[in-house]
């Protein structure tokens, strides 16, 4: 069996037993407000960046970007099986880390660790397997860091939440974070570390028939102790074509559906949206032009969807 099938009915497993049949709350309200500007390009970047240390060799990667950098260096982080490319611009003032996501059996054994464990240096609750996972990246990255040097920080799915906490760890610690992009990234805090790293630089992007930023579901907690994302949402929809929540929504029936799903083995439409290579084919129409239509009418702009009638 493959390792990501492998790490997919675990977790299928562990959720069974706490999800049952608990009736879910009903989501928030959506507001809809205009989107802020998006750099499409320099997110497309780092998604094909975080494409070659996902799916090539470290050299590979190495070759693949040594001309976009002054420096650049990837790293393998032994006691997570994870791996991060740090690249340093030729003038040395900016920073880009871009963490790997969930590859192996280890990896998602932190993800399935949804259990609350309190951060004293930030002050807030996390998500104990993304917190364990974080930490680890910031031990190793933190000595090769500039103090002096911007930082821009991107991840995908497990590297996304990594991202966004290494990028509360290190505002603590008062380096300058530009910007964190998140791309297919699962909770990591609750609404009282939410709201205490509301001015986090997070831009959050998913795409629509991702599961993945559903997780973990509401009342698997304490109440007031939900899990919630920072920030709003960009929706990648078909060609140029996206929309946006500002603040937290989240769908729960969707993700019981998705782990009910996990439990029957239909795992490729779910587990084919949230690839990185999904939303490389997304972003890219969105190069040209990007163009914001309402949340509440996005099926329109999702071919196979039964309300699809773009312009």
Known sequence: MRPLRCAALLAAAFLASILGCRTMPPAPPIAEVQA???DYSELLRLCRVYASIRYGTPQQARADWAEQYGRLEVVEIAA????????????GRLQE??????????NALYDVRFRRHWNPELGLYLHAGFEAMALALHRDLLPRLDPEGELVLFGHSLGAAEAVILGMLLRQEGYRVRRVYATGQPKVTDQAGASKYRDLPVVRVVNENDPVPLLPPSGQDEPGRSYQHLGGEYVLLDGPYFAYLAGEYANDGAAIAFWNNLRQQKLSAELHEHRILSYLARLAPKLQQAIQVPFQERERYISGSRAFAPP
């Open 80 to 91: 997570t099986r994870n791996r991060y490319l740090i690249g340093w611009s030729r003038d």
């Open 36 to 38: 802020p500007p998006l």
């Open 97 to 106: 880390v871009v963490i790997r996501g969930t590859t192996n059996l280890k």
